[in-house]
């Protein structure tokens, strides 16, 4: 009994034995770990201790850096937008985006840094000839000649550049009417009064010779053709012929014959004519026929004359502005009065086949386009001083709201995109002729 006693006792110290013995293995394991742990540590911090700037640029993913460059690059650029230094029609926007396309060449043509090292480079060029943009001229006794400053833009081009200390010379139809009157009491005596249609070839030529006698202390720097006029917005079969004459006669040949004239003052000053034109001339507009033509012969002359007079140092630029209130639409009264002339004209046919509900429809055209259109002028004044006093003005400047997207839209995307925009936003089939109704 005593045997079997000892032998389960010395059997029990084995096992405690093993025990220890495996507990001493894992606490060697965990020395040895630990050992290694520390001489790692060692290691890194001596590799630390000899990291060099370029070998720390080694450890980022180059795709990541060509990021990060582009992205600050983008950001500068939106940031101009958004500031209003750029225009998205604006050339340099087309310059920009070959830079990015230049990042893609950098990246897979050029190896390792070196294409990135280029990239920056044309980044920081790009920026600086950027700024260069961005320039403006000193005002330094420039004289403007601004067409049709009875009202709307002209009336507000005047006191805008007369603020800026310009010699103002403001062409009206009318001496005495309301807004000649209030530019009399609101600006300076460095604004001037001139009588100028711009149909009439004698008032013109008056204009000239009084303008030209007042250039001893001053050169003509801008001419302005801002005179414009609507009448009225109804189908092109309806609208009479004397309504296109008329616009062609202001809207256009009337530009024409202003820039004609003064031409020789502006070569002397190497100065700029400032067409205001309409998105209307570049993006037809059911309704518009007569006062679109108009201004699509402006758009056409003014890119000509453009390149014509490069080589005189002359710059040409053209204004294409959306919708703003100004009168360009007349009064209610005078809508009507022209609703109901145009339709007494018509033939007994057409009248049948368009019916009177269909015209007096119009009526809600033109309380929505009054009501609608935004009543600032801030946009039109920027670009046009931009136009006459940046060192590298915009060929072409589309202010308001929509003025960009549209003509985008109509030159790049189908056909059909661009009339279902154009009735959505105009509502041009809201409203049919009483012939089509009844079927």
């Not at 029990?12 to 770990?33: C, F, S």
């Not at 060449?105 to 070196?114: A, E, M, N, S, T």
């Not at 001053?218 to 005179?227: E, F, I």
């Amino acid at each position: 009994m005593a045997a079997e006693m000892k032998t389960e006792d010395l059997e029990d110290m084995l096992e405690r034995l093993r025990n220890i013995n495996q507990t001493l293995d894992t606490m060697t394991a965990i020395l040895v770990q630990t050992q290694d742990s520390m001489n790692s540590a060692v290691q890194c911090q001596d590799y630390l201790n000899k990291l060099t700037i370029m070998d720390f640029i080694d450890c980022l993913h180059l795709p990541s850096l060509y990021f990060a460059f582009t992205f600050l690059y983008m950001t500068t650029i939106l940031h101009k937008l958004l500031k209003g230094g750029l225009k998205p029609e604006s050339r340099c926007i087309w310059n920009l985006l070959l830079v990015v396309i230049g990042e893609i060449v950098c990246f897979f043509i050029l190896p390792g840094y070196v294409g990135l090292f280029l990239l920056c480079l044309v980044f920081l060029l790009s920026l600086a000839i950027l700024r260069k943009f961005e320039e403006f001229l000193p005002v330094n006794n420039k004289a403007l000649l601004i067409t049709g400053c009875d009202s709307g833009i002209g009336k507000a081009l005047a006191k805008h550049f007369d603020k800026l200390g310009f010699t103002v010379f403001a062409g009206v139809l009318n001496e005495k009417g309301p807004g000649p009157e209030d530019l009399r009491r609101s600006c300076s005596e460095r604004l001037s009064l001139i009588l100028l249609d711009v149909t009439d070839t004698t008032q013109i030529a008056q204009a000239y010779l009084q303008v030209k006698a007042c250039m001893a202390d001053t050169v003509l720097w801008g001419v302005v053709n801002n005179a414009g006029v609507l009448e009225y917005i109804t189908d092109a079969e309806v609208l009479p012929v004397t309504i296109y004459q008329k616009n062609m006669a202001v809207n256009f040949f009337g530009a024409v014959q202003v820039s004609k004239t003064f031409l020789p003052l502006l070569r002397h000053s190497k100065g700029r004519i400032i067409n205001i034109s309409s998105m209307a001339g570049v993006v037809p507009v059911p309704g518009f026929s007569s006062y679109g033509a108009s201004k699509a012969a402006l758009v056409c002359f003014t890119s000509v004359l453009r390149q014509e007079l490069f080589k005189w140092g002359i710059k040409v630029i053209n204004i294409q502005p959306a919708a703003f209130k100004t009168n360009i639409f007349g009064t209610i009264e005078e809508w009507v009065y022209n609703r109901t002339q145009i339709f007494s004209s018509l033939s007994p046919e057409i009248k049948n086949d368009y019916g009177e509900e269909y015209f007096i429809a119009s009526d809600d055209k033109w309380k929505k386009m009054t009501l609608n259109s935004p009543d600032s002028l801030q946009p039109i004044l920027n670009d046009v001083y931009h136009a006459l006093m940046a060192k590298f003005p915009e060929h072409l400047y589309r202010p308001g709201k929509g003025a960009w997207l549209i003509p985008f839209i109509h030159t790049y995307f189908p056909v059909h995109i661009n009339d279902f925009l154009i009735d959505m936003l105009f509502e041009t089939n809201k409203y049919y002729p009483g012939a089509l109704k009844n079927k």
